[in-house]
């Protein structure tokens, strides 16, 4: 774990209500895993909000990387106001990330709101690996949804909305169609309902895809000191900072 002062490079808003904002931190950029995160100090004084809030990382390049958020709260707002030059300190990599198969495959990564966040980074690795990538996005319109320039352009991107402004209408667990037959291997990244759902909607397609899920716990310390990010999974209580994000969708749901 690094604890760096990172520099602000830019902040751009993303779509309704998300930004992004890239850091310049060598130390912080060296050896991240797609689907980790780091522990952000959202706070002039370091005193306000209290404890740092943990975001996933968006995408790493060489000294450098993205974070991709939605502004919920003080921290959030705070750190969409950050301008070039500005000094942020933070902490990580942090957790344990998803793993890219050792043999070229068919990947689907699928991301509810913003949860799409540590896809992207997913995927610009898994392009440059071999592996054939679709990824999916549901979110509740056209507004809320990551633009297809953010992908690299050998990714197909599927977007569905709740109330079909864009793509198909319902959540994107219902439109899994012809590209969970198709894929090798499945990641996604949202709230615990679309998890519910994915689970019972690939529980008994009999592909034996073992899904990888990074799931969205508030982590008040992001190492495993507070528990206050604690799970039950079928194997008992596990820490989402310390064991996870990274989990097998049916060890949990």
């Avoid at 060296?30 to 980790?36: D, S, W, Y």
């Avoid at 306000?48 to 000294?63: C, G, I, Q, T």
């Avoid at 890219?100 to 540590?118: D, F, H, T």
């Avoid at 034996?208 to 008992?236: D, V």
């Amino acid at each position: 774990m690094i604890i760096e002062t990172a520099t602000v490079l830019s902040t751009e808003r993303a779509y309704e209500g998300v930004f992004v904002t890239w850091f310049q931190a060598p130390g912080l950029s060296a050896n991240v895993e797609p689907g980790q995160f780091v522990m952000v100090h959202c706070s002039d004084e370091g005193v306000d909000p209290l404890f740092a809030r943990a975001f996933s990382y968006h995408r790493v390049e060489k000294d450098r990387f993205a974070l991709l958020y939605q502004v919920v709260g003080k921290g959030s707002g705070w750190l969409a106001e950050r301008q070039r030059g500005d000094m942020v300190r933070m902490y990580g990599p942090l957790g344990n990330g998803l793993r890219l198969p050792e043999r070229p495959g068919n990947l689907l990564l699928i991301g509810g709101g913003v949860g799409i966040a540590p896809m992207v980074d997913m995927a610009e690795r898994a392009v440059a690996a071999g592996h054939q990538v679709v990824a999916m996005m549901g979110a509740r319109t056209s507004e809320h949804l990551l633009p297809a320039s953010a992908w690299p352009r050998e990714v197909e991107y599927v977007t569905v909305t709740e109330d079909g402004s864009a793509g198909p209408k319902g959540f994107v667990t219902q439109h899994l169609g012809k590209y969970q037959e198709w894929a090798s291997k499945i990641y996604a990244c949202g709230p615990n309902p679309m998890f519910i759902a994915l689970a019972d909607a690939l529980r008994w397609n009999g592909r034996r895809q073992q899904p990888e899920i990074l799931m969205e716990e508030n982590m008040p310390c992001g190492w495993g000191m507070c528990y206050g990010c604690a799970i039950f999974t079928k194997h008992g209580v596990r820490l989402c900072c310390k064991d996870g994000p990274r989990f097998n969708l049916f060890d949990v749901f």
